[in-house]
DNA sequence: CGTTATATCGGTTAAAATAATCGATATAGA
DNA sequence: TCTATATCGATTATTTTAACCGATATAACG
């Protein structure tokens, strides 16, 4: 479970496979869970739980002034089924991958590439005017083709 | 009008303003303006008509065996629209960019381009599973921005 | 005041859906 | 062979969608 879209209701499905919990329990959980790499917004939760009460993935525990959800029936066959598609264990996975996001390398390289489209973004438009240009550009990038394939060995 | 989608109705639009007609006869004015540099295929074609006709921005002249199609006021009113909207002409702008298109600058550099990307796909999954080599990406790819940098100028 | 608890909003971003186009193919008539 | 019409499924480019983010709001409790 790469994929941004359904990452939240499937986290949401495994918490509440372990215990029933609040919407806050349940964003404040993410938090504690990514050692606060991630902050669970209310705007990304409550949704989310709507839409699984609405799917009948989930349900609210009745007569409470507080909403308890639990996981139903149908919830743990999804689950299960999400399980099947997906090797590994989510929550150490999910923390990989966020440690990852948050390390200055990450930050560094995201910048620098984020740079080098900005500047290939100009370049094409440069070429795209001046096409005398595209031959230099092509030799460029096949030189830096080249020295990347080099490193990628 | 550079985008793909609608480009064949508007060239079609085009077309029947001038003269009506024939599906084959527009395939063939499209190649001819092209100076064959565009092979107008009957699948973009005749889907293109269809969807005009549904629109009533073109009509078939009645009681013949061949199909000769003709715009409508209608149809002459969106090209009015599309005329505003894009400067230049049409047929030499869309010349221009077939002929860059077929160059063999341009050939090439969309080849160095793929394999570019390629390449940096490769990079970026060789980062994810040995971060360790993220810095000496990161200042790769800061170099090369610099160095486009100096050709952009 | 901070924490627990619930909720909504609009903008941004990433993913999904759509459909235009391509290229191949077919039929028919002269 | 050329003129003329049409369809198909895969690919590609564009558009649409909606999940998420970050901000904000309300309320109750300690």
Redesign the pocket.
Known sequence: M????????AAILHLLKEESM????I??ELESRSDGL???????V??????LLEKEWIKLESDLE???YFITDEGKERLKELRKREEGDFWADWKERLIWRNSEEFIQLKTAVEQWEEEMHKAMKRVRSNPESAAEMSAFLTEMTERLKIANK
Do not use: D, N, V
């Open positions: 790469k994929k941004r879209r359904g990452f939240i209701k609040h919407g806050y329990q964003m404040k991630y902050s669970a917004s209310a705007g990304t409550y949704p989310a739980l709507q839409e507080k909403k308890i």
